[in-house]
């Protein structure tokens, strides 16, 4: 008798990986490196960024013998080479030098920059032909199917390495296209949950970053508690998968065990389930299209016990409702609500505006921005810079009288 087939790893993936990480000295990098400092035979690091964290940067370079190092802030050139003496590092400052790190050769890139300023590396590493982990949503949001496209003419594999996405990915195999019904994807509801509109209205930063489940950097813990970040990643799904918006829903899962659903016509939904920590997607982008040992704890189910579900409320979590809009509305209305996002969360941050003015300020900027008749389709990378701009100066006008505004 035959036993069911299973499949058996492909020799070709089996020599030392070449890796680099991008946004390196943030919460995503830390995984990754977790996961690379496990095996050190397997990998060689060619190259890691970070924003103005030299003194990390410069520990990992030492660390994991990179062969190149950039930090985005041009002004801390010389503190970096300062940090690096007596080693055989390169190292490089500014934008241009973050672009070579993505554009260095390496088999497998962890994109991993916070926000819009994460597109132009990790498109030089998708230029490259290579294989990308993307963690940055923004990337995606902010230069839409342009992203896709580009990665596709230049033969780069994506691989999703949001937890959300990269359960679809892993679901998604197991039937065809033609025959997927839809997508589901969790939010565990972040810190507000069950939090009346008038006090998500006043909750203060620390109440913002307090999330239930993960850990995380600070504008995507915040992000989370608008459930902004969930608008995101609605956004991120469609142009990953190229879904339409109604073939994408959101389950609030307050436990973040189940990551992602996928519903197939014979009504067979298939789940990845794990604990909620991103070891476990990075993991999956790491040894891909094979499996390597993971660092995370081992799911417990009977530990756990219940596994809850409810339906997302747009009114109280209005960014969620204002992502499925901007994808409806597309020509470059995605990218509009990223940027908006972006100078929001920064405002918050800064105590300039309530935490409920942020869902706020991107509908206003959106509904601005399209009475102006200036949406259009993105044709190039630069286009998709260009908008952002335009849109984070609209936002930033529009801020103060946001601002002043009561709810
Ligand atoms: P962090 O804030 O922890 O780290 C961000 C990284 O990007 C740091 O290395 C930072 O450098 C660098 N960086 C920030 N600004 C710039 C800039 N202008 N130019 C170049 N580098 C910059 O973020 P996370 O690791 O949490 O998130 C990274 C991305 O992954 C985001 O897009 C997020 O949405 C996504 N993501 C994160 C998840 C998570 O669990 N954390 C889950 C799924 C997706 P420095 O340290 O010097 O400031």
Redesign the pocket.
């Known amino acids: 008798m035959n036993p069911v087939p299973l499949k058996n790893a492909d020799p070709a993936h089996s020599g030392v990986r070449t890796v680099s990480v ?10 990754t490196l977790d996961l690379i400092r496990a095996e050190p035979e397997r990998y060689r690091v060619e190259a890691l ?5 030299v003194a ?2 410069a520990k990992l370079a030492k660390e994991f013998n990179a062969r190149f190092v950039a ?2 802030d041009p002004a801390r050139l010389g503190e970096l080479r300062a940090a690096l003496a007596g080693t055989a590092v390169e190292c490089g400052a500014g ?1 241009s030098a ?1 672009i070579e790190a993505g554009a260095r050769p390496a088999d497998w890139v962890m994109a ?4 819009a ?2 597109l132009k ?1 990790a498109l030089a590493a998708v230029d490259r032909g290579t294989t990308v982990a993307l ?5 995606l949001v902010c230069a839409g199917d342009f992203f896709i496209t580009r990665a596709a003419a230049a033969g780069a594999q994506i691989l999703p ?3 959300e996405h990269n359960a679809l990915f892993q679901a998604l195999a197991s039937g065809n296209r033609h025959e997927l019904t839809r997508v589901i994807i969790t939010a565990s509801g972040g810190p507000f949950r069950t939090w009346a509109a008038a006090d998500i209205e006043q909750a203060t930063l620390a109440q913002a970053l307090k999330h239930p489940n ?7 813990t915040i ?1 989370s508690a608008s459930m902004m ?1 969930k608008g ?1 990643e609605v956004i991120e799904a469609s142009y990953l998968f190229a879904l339409t918006p109604d073939e994408i829903d959101v389950l609030v899962h307050p436990q973040s065990i189940v990551h992602g659903l996928v519903e197939f016509a014979d009504r067979s939904v298939v789940a990845q389930l794990g604990a909620p920590d ?1 070891r476990i997607p990075i993991a999956h982008c790491l040894g891909w299209p094979d499996r390597i040992t993971g660092r995370a704890a081992k799911l417990d189910l009977a530990k756990i016990g219940q596994l809850t579900f409810e339906a997302p409320d747009f009114t109280r979590f209005p960014g969620l409702r204002l992502a499925y809009d901007a994808l409806r509305t597309g020509n470059g209305a995605t990218t509009v609500y990223n940027a908006a996002n972006e100078v929001a969360v920064a405002a918050f941050m800064a105590q300039k505006i309530r935490f409920g003015a942020i869902s706020r300020l991107v509908e206003d900027t959106l509904n601005s921005w399209v009475r102006a008749g200036n949406l259009a389709p993105l044709g190039s990378a630069d286009d998709a810079i260009a908008l952002d701009h335009q849109a984070r100066n609209l936002a930033a006008t529009l801020l103060p009288q946001i601002a002043a505004k009561a709810s």
């Open positions: 991008l946004g390196a000295t943030g919460s995503i990098g830390d995984s960024t970070g924003n103005a964290n990390g940067l930090v985005a934008e973050v991993a920059i916070s926000g300023a994460g590396p963690a940055n949503k923004e990337c390495a949001d937890s993960w850990s995380m950097g600070q504008k995507i992000d970040n995101l991103m």
